[in-house]
């Protein structure tokens, strides 16, 4: 049955009830008038006219003005805050004594755990130096097999001397195996000379990582339309290459020592070489954080990747200010902890590139500075500030990032006076390549160089090839910042003409590594030109002659 309508009720009234209504707002309305007139206040407050434009010196008065509105502002927050301090405070006391009155036992007991455990929770920061050398240590003593992971681009430079000496020392029957990864960024002659140049040494596995792994916990997006040829991906950053040679490397080089434990791995390098991307690739999964950010690793890592082999991420190897400025500026955290600026870092990348390669890669005109450069970059990238300024900050940055990131394709030649350093003698070589499959390990990085796309020689940059770079291991090796040198160097620096900073030689780097290990950015200074601002000058320059027409 269909529920009948309902009618609402009518708003209509006669015009004498609605006449009268209004008549008694306006007398209520004029009865508050009245009162607030009485008691002096003014219901309308009269609009600001502000200052006159022909009025002498607007501009200080309205500045004078609006500092005064700023101090009566900071004077209010000011008082507000201590008002709410004095809150706090008081309810702090009311809680302490009811606290008290109820269980002063209990009250101090429990503060005694609070503060015993405080000082077992002191401990040192994360971002130290010497934080990260305990844990590079620890990842050394705690592996069966060490992984040294060096970047294609550079391999020689991602080598550190003092970690594979260590390794070697450290007995146990350590193993130490070099990978090179990015070798998509190299040019295919290229990584297989060096494969040969370090075969020599150590096994080398040629290694790609995937840059699409995800967490476990995010799902893929389902698409409608799905190649049927996976080969058209690998073109891409969706394959890993090297990551099954390798795996079956480990699995079987644990089966052979017979273990009751796992087989402990530990991934060792230079920051920004690929150690959490490999241990992803394995893992098969987003098991470590990685980033383009130096020092992403902080903390030892464990992950199984199966249940013989567990792999042990590491950070990133401390350099030492002793190296030349190009190896600090890739393999080392100083622009990250401020002793180098970005502008720095990147004049000194640019000096050990040709110029040619490098206007051709960023499809940029010529240029006669650094400062030139990094703002065509940023007016090629759009990085403007507010006006249309150039953002040569953000442009360095952006630099730096696909140098030390997977993105620029750039390569080293191989010396040819190349030799084995002192610490690896025949012995060690024989030692450290028994017990590997080497046959293996030779058919799985040719399926792998076959696989990969390389770039051309003509599309990769040449890099100069500055050689191992120097780290640190040991707490007590690691220099003690001088506070004493800082004026001396700023007044050095506020001297100098920019001319020489960039004309510096490599052998005064070497031979002052402990100025350099904090260089602050340097400031620019603009020497006035003398200007004539004498009446005859405006007379005769600017002013127009009338007799010239009126003759």
């Given amino acids: 049955m269909k529920r009948p309508k309902l009618r609402k009720a009518s708003k209509r009234v006669s015009c004498a009830k609605r006449y009268k209504i209004q ?10 008038r009245k009162e607030a007139k009485k008691k002096g206040l003014k219901k309308r407050v009269k609009k600001d006219p502000g200052v006159p434009n022909s009025a002498p010196f607007k501009e200080e008065v309205l500045r004078e003005a609006e500092q005064r509105r700023l101090q009566i502002e900071e004077e209010k927050e000011r008082i507000r805050q201590i008002k709410k301090e004095e809150r706090a405070q008081k309810r702090k ?9 109820a269980e002063p036992s209990a009250k101090k007991a429990r503060t005694d755990t609070k503060a015993n455990g405080a000082e077992k929770r002191s401990a040192p920061n994360k971002n130290s130096k010497q934080h990260l050398c305990t844990e590079l240590n620890k990842v050394i003593d705690a592996s069966d097999v060490v992984i040294e992971v060096l970047d294609a681009r550079d391999p020689l430079g991602c080598r550190c001397p003092q970690l594979e000496e260590a390794v070697l020392l450290k007995g146990g029957n350590k193993k130490l195996l070099l990978v090179l990864t990015k070798i998509d960024l190299v040019p295919k002659e290229n990584v297989e000379k060096w494969m040969e140049c370090f075969q020599r040494e150590f096994p080398v596995v040629a290694f790609k990582a995937s840059t699409q792994i995800r967490s476990k916990t995010v799902k893929a997006r389902r698409r409608k339309i799905v190649a049927s040829n996976e080969v058209l991906d690998k073109s891409k950053g969706a394959v890993c290459f090297g990551s099954e040679c390798l795996a079956e490397l480990l699995t079987a080089y644990a089966a052979k020592t017979q273990n009751e434990s796992t087989l402990k791995v530990g991934i060792v390098g230079f920051p920004n070489v690929g150690k959490s991307s490999l241990i992803n690739c394995l893992k098969g999964m987003m098991a470590c954080h990685v980033g383009a950010a130096k020092g992403t690793t902080k903390n030892m890592q464990e992950v199984h990747i199966s249940k013989a082999v567990k792999l042990l991420d590491s950070p990133g190897v401390v350099a030492s200010p002793s190296n030349p400025a190009a190896s600090k500026t890739l393999r080392s955290l100083q622009v990250e902890e401020g002793q180098e600026s970005v502008l720095d870092a990147v004049n000194t990348l640019l000096k050990q590139c040709d110029k040619m390669q490098i206007m051709l890669q960023y499809n940029i005109p010529d240029f006669r500075n650094s400062l030139e450069f990094l703002t065509l970059l940023a007016k090629k990238r759009g990085f403007l500030q507010k006006g249309g300024i150039p953002d040569t900050e953000q442009a360095a940055n952006t630099f730096l990032t696909d140098w030390t990131g997977a993105k620029l394709s750039y390569h080293c030649k191989v010396p040819s006076n190349y030799s084995l350093p002192v610490y690896v003698t025949d012995e060690v070589v024989s030692e450290m390549q028994s017990g590997w499959d080497l046959d293996k390990v030779t058919a799985g990085n040719k399926e792998t160089l076959k696989g990969v796309k390389f770039p051309s020689l003509s599309s990769s940059m040449i890099f100069g090839c500055r050689g191992p770079t120097a780290g640190l291991l040991n707490v007590s090796s690691i220099p003690e910042e001088q506070p004493s040198a800082e004026p001396e160097e700023q007044d050095n620096s506020e001297g ?3 001319e020489q ?13 402990q100025k350099r290990i904090k260089n602050k950015p340097r400031k620019v200074h603009f020497q006035s030109a003398p200007v004539d601002i004498s009446l005859s000058t405006v007379h005769t320059d600017d002013a127009y002659d009338f007799n010239t027409d009126f003759k």
Avoid: Y
């Avoid at 900073?501 to 590594?513: Q, R, V």
């Fill in 23 to 32: 008549k008694k707002v306006r007398e209520h309305n004029r009865k508050l």
């Fill in 501 to 513: 900073t960039e004309e510096l030689d490599e052998t005064e780097e070497h031979e002052k590594p």
């Fill in 496 to 498: 100098d003409e920019p």
């Fill in 93 to 101: 006391k009311e809680k302490e004594a009811a606290v008290k009155q």
